[in-house]
């Protein structure tokens, strides 16, 4: 078993910046890779960002060049860097350890 806690979520104004925080605990040796995603109310759960046990990153096009995901190993923990947000980055932002691992999960609103 996996436990994903996320925390940094907030609001923000269009242009400004966030950081979120996903620390994992239990079975980490398991974990694989790790990712974001984001959901909006009524719409499916959509895949921001990976990466991987060697450190390898992926980002939706929406996102790049504006997100990044950091890794602390000796925390066990990921981040987002959300920078230069959008109004339609408003979303609830989730922790991810693949294959079937998540978080509660984090508000993010982005005002305009």
């Known amino acids: 078993q996996v436990r994903l806690v996320e925390s940094g979520g907030g609001l923000v104004q269009a242009g400004g910046s966030l950081r979120l925080s996903c620390a994992a605990s239990?079975?980490?040796?398991?974990?694989?890779?790790m990712g974001w995603y984001r959901q909006t109310p009524g719409k499916e759960r959509v895949l921001v960002g990976t990466?991987?046990?060697?450190?390898?990153?992926s980002y939706t096009d929406s996102v790049k060049g504006r997100f990044i995901i950091p890794r602390d190993i000796a925390k066990n923990a990921v981040y987002l860097q959300m920078n230069n947000l959008k109004p339609e980055d408003t979303a609830l932002y989730y922790c991810?350890?693949?294959?079937?691992?998540w978080g509660r999960g984090t508000q993010v609103t982005v005002s305009s």
């Open positions: 991810c350890a693949f294959p079937s691992y």
């Open positions: 239990g079975s980490i040796i398991s974990i694989n890779a």
């Open positions: 990466i991987t046990s060697r450190g390898a990153t």
